[in-house]
């Protein structure tokens, strides 16, 4: 990992973490088991909301403890607990090594050969990360957070037609010591933020009403964001206001075929759903059925599904720049990395942990398992999944010219997909119509809705780096009892042909 002059908090360091895990390891080593991590977790979320510019709800909680992971004759083993002392450390070990046994035996005597191993990795010693931040947001006072959701907010409530504006900060600093029975040892910080300001506008006369939100992802960054690195936030703010007001106007969307340019802020979403989930190799295997589903994209069809066209490339990555799912090192002591998942339009890879590389011969886990919490088994979580940019590809203006009747679609709202990651629809924040490679103002109560390879299918054109903008959410659940991970998708603007266009309106009157 590459040096960094950020430092891991002191407070986490000042836990006695190699004491620890000594204790856990040791014990669980005297009880036989052939593997054992160690895992402890401090993890600060804060939040604050504002209603139209005072504040509306303040949290900041902070969850600390550990967890204590085996693998004894196949099966898997875990407990947890909070109790930092090295006595409590050997007590979890034994009750993980327990589970197991008891695991292990209902196995065999239900006639299961499955045997859990774990691909090969390898050892790394004493090895800290630290996300790609500049300050901290912990480090700046609530009342400086505070005044600027409020000032950003009365900028949008002075405007001509906003009748109300929400403004929410979230803020994560998850700190994780791992070490297991191989010898690695790894250390780690990541901090996240999600800014967000929604105008609302009610017509006091038809009680006509809409919202509009702004653009700017979640970030792995630090407070500097909302001061402006990586975002135009005075820019986005000042042309708010004209743009809801100009939505509140637009006729409804024509339903029918449409050429589609989706703009990066929407896209990512569809990335997310159609071919993030897709390609857990856990849900294609059918390991993870009961929360979303399983996938089209099973095993069998490495190699040879056609996803979508020639120009999609799609890679997961666990290294990116400021990417929410980006780390140093994941919940098995697996060194992140990156890795292709669609390449020519075909399906050429999964995402996997160590159990699941093992389990279909594919050499390495590419990093992939996550807990959200120290009371959480980790499982096979999503990396930041992409779409690639077009070396030379065209501006977004580019693409919009290559249309002779369409929409250009900009924005995430509401979604649906199915439980195999296939059929879906989305919609969006506003969508302008296209007429003879030009905008032609905005429409209203759009949806766009295919299958998952129809719609990469369609895709007959990809912007270039310079429309690249990495998207994300804090918010994607699995497993059961479920879990909640932050994760990123980037995507330039690109061009789909003939896609189905709902108007909402009309449909839900049938």
């Known amino acids: 990992m590459p040096p960094t002059s950020r430092t891991v908090d002191p407070l986490f360091l000042g836990y006695p973490l190699q004491a620890l895990a000594d204790a856990a390891l040791s014990r669980a080593r005297e009880l036989g088991a052939g593997h054992a991590d160690f895992r402890l977790e401090r993890v600060r979320s804060a939040s604050w909301r504002l209603r139209d510019a005072r504040p509306s709800g303040t949290s900041d909680s902070v969850q600390l403890g550990f967890a204590v992971r085996v693998l004894l004759d196949g099966a898997w083993g875990f407990a947890a607990g909070v109790d930092l002392t090295t006595a409590a450390a050997a007590r979890v070990a034994e009750q993980a090594v327990a589970v197991a046994r008891l695991s292990g035996g209902i196995s065999r005597a239900a006639g299961s050969e499955d045997l859990v191993e774990l691909a090969d990795e390898p050892v790394h010693t004493d090895a800290v990360w630290v996300s790609s931040y500049e300050v901290n947001p912990f480090e700046v006072p609530d009342a400086e957070k505070t005044a600027l959701l409020a000032e950003w907010s009365s900028r949008l409530l002075a405007a001509e037609g906003v009748s109300h504006v929400s403004a929410a900060l979230l803020t994560v600093q998850e700190n994780k010591f791992y070490a297991d029975t191989a010898g690695t040892v790894t250390t780690q910080q990541r901090i996240r933020l999600h800014p967000s300001l929604e105008a609302t506008s009610v017509d006091e006369r038809t009680g006509a009403f809409d919202s509009m939100r702004t653009l700017a992802p979640p970030a792995g960054r630090g407070f500097e964001y909302l001061r402006g690195t990586g975002w135009d936030w005075d820019a986005e703010l000042a042309e708010l206001p004209a743009l809801l007001a100009e939505k509140m106007k637009a006729p409804s969307v024509e339903a029918g075929r449409h050429d589609l340019v989706i703009d990066p802020s929407n896209l990512w979403l569809t990335i997310h759903e159609s071919i993030g989930h897709a390609t857990e190799l856990d849900r294609a295997l059918g390991y993870e059925a009961a929360y979303a589903g399983t996938s089209f ?83 096979q979580r999503m990396a930041n999944v992409s779409l690639q940019p077009a070396a030379g590809g065209p501006a977004t203006d580019g693409l919009i010219s290559q249309v002779e009747n369409g929409l250009y679609i900009v924005g995430d709202r509401s979604w649906s997909i199915d439980m195999q990651r296939y059929n879906f629809q989305f919609t969006g924040q506003r969508a302008y119509a296209i007429r003879n490679g030009r905008l032609a103002g905005q429409v209203k109560d759009f949806a766009y809705q295919a ?47 003939n896609v189905n266009v709902l108007n909402t309106q009309q449909e839900a009157g049938h």
């Open 451 to 497: 299958t998952t390879t129809d719609f990469w299918g369609s895709m007959s054109a990809v912007g270039g780096p310079q429309t690249y903008v990495l998207g994300g959410a804090f918010n994607c659940g699995k497993a059961q009892p479920g879990q909640v991970a932050a994760v990123s998708h980037g995507c330039p603007s690109a061009l789909f042909r």
């Open 297 to 379: 994209a099973t095993f069998d069809k490495l190699g040879t599904l056609k996803y979508g066209s020639e120009l999609m490339h799609v890679t997961g990555d666990r290294t990116a720049e400021h990417g929410l799912a980006t780390t140093g090192y994941d919940d098995e002591g697996v060194a992140t990395q990156s890795w292709d998942l669609v390449k020519d339009g075909v399906l050429v890879g999964y995402q996997l942990d160590r159990a699941m590389a093992r389990l279909k011969g594919l050499g390495r886990s590419n990093g992939c398992a996550f807990a959200d919490s120290p009371a959480h088994v980790p499982v």
